[in-house]
């Protein structure tokens, strides 16, 4: 599986924006996506998750709320909607795919490049 996230951009606190992860590869409907970012000097945190047919979902509680993961599987698309971004969510973003939803589990087997996300204040 080959995971592309894009979307990223420069925007204001309060604002919205919408990234993508497209994923090439028949097999991607069966893996759990999940979108995760690394701000400078801090190290890689899980997001957000989202199961292969969408029954179950899981946000970090630092964006529990103001964002909402999906997923097209007939486009072979994620999508995390980024609601009232605030300054602390600037970071690059990335998604990922695993078998199995494990909502906590860091162990991806696949990852996509990031995207940056930059919110100003």
């Known amino acids: 599986v080959q995971l592309q996230a894009s979307g990223g951009g420069l925007v204001q606190t309060g604002d919205s924006q919408r990234l993508s992860c497209a994923a090439s590869g028949r097999t991607f409907s069966t893996y759990a996506t999940g979108w995760f970012r690394q701000a400078p000097g801090k190290e890689r945190e899980l997001v957000s998750v989202?199961?292969?047919?969408?029954?179950?979902?899981y946000y970090s509680d630092s964006v529990k709320g103001r964002f909402t993961i999906s997923r097209d599987n007939a486009k072979n698309m994620v999508y995390l909607q980024m609601n009232s971004l605030k300054p602390e969510d600037t970071a690059v973003y990335f998604c990922a795919v695993r078998i199995g939803f494990r909502p906590t589990s860091l162990n991806y087997t696949y990852w996509g490049q990031g995207t940056q996300v930059t919110v100003s204040s």
């Open positions: 989202i199961s292969w047919g969408s029954a179950s979902t």
